[in-house]
């Protein structure tokens, strides 16, 4: 989806090519439920939601406007396979299993969301998570690596736009995106048959 399709506020949005790299590693395809934490404008989401009609969709973010922008992209594209929740990570989330999670942001609660991602995640489930700032990819790798998921795999997405400047162009960068996926190795507690 391209990112003129959105409905927009200052909430900050994953732009169209770090969602198409990180809907990727998600790996939706045979997915029946995706979580995506710190939402923001929901375009990650929404964008799954609409692309895989079997995928059960729930959101949470904790910012009203981000709340608002939600709603409104969710009345905009009628999507039906969507559960928006208002609160906090992890601590307003259901305790039941998922099958994919993103995590855009983290509300400084990255160490208490990757220890739910673990305790939720269904056996092969992925988790995907995008950072901008190096620190937190750091302590995110460690504390994969702690809670012994699999299949870690980091890249980092730089992102420049054509754009007019008098009589010339330029490519106007975007801030790179470190996106961080793995993959749950083991079984998961709340693993439904």
């Known amino acids: 989806m391209r990112d003129e399709e959105f409905l927009r506020n200052k909430v900050p949005m994953t732009k169209s090519e770090v969602r198409a790299i990180s809907l990727d590693k998600l790996d939706l ?4 439920r995706l979580l995506d934490i ?3 404008t929901g375009s990650v989401s929404i964008q799954a939601a609409r692309q895989f009609p079997q995928l059960q969709v ?3 973010e904790r910012n009203p406007q981000g709340i608002d922008i939600i709603q409104q992209n969710l009345n905009r594209f009628q999507l039906s396979n969507f559960h928006l929740i208002a609160g906090e990570a992890p601590k307003d989330l259901p305790l039941q299993a998922f099958d994919a999670i ?12 990757i220890q739910y991602a673990a305790q939720t995640l269904t056996n092969e489930g992925t988790l995907v998570l995008n950072f901008i700032l190096l620190e937190n990819a750091l302590q995110a790798q460690d504390i994969l690596e702690q809670y012994q998921f699999q299949k870690l795999e980091i890249v980092e997405i730089n992102v420049a736009k054509w754009h007019q400047l008098g009589s010339g ?3 106007k960068p975007n801030n790179p995106t470190i996106v961080m ?3 749950q190795g083991g079984q998961s ?4 048959n």
Do not use: P, R
């Open 181 to 183: 996926a793995a993959c």
């Open 58 to 60: 729930t959101a949470i």
């Open 189 to 192: 507690k709340n693993e439904e």
């Open 38 to 40: 710190g939402a923001g």
């Open 29 to 32: 395809s045979d997915k029946k």
């Open 102 to 113: 993103f995590v855009g942001g983290s509300g400084k609660h990255l160490a208490e969301i």
């Open 169 to 171: 162009h330029y490519f």
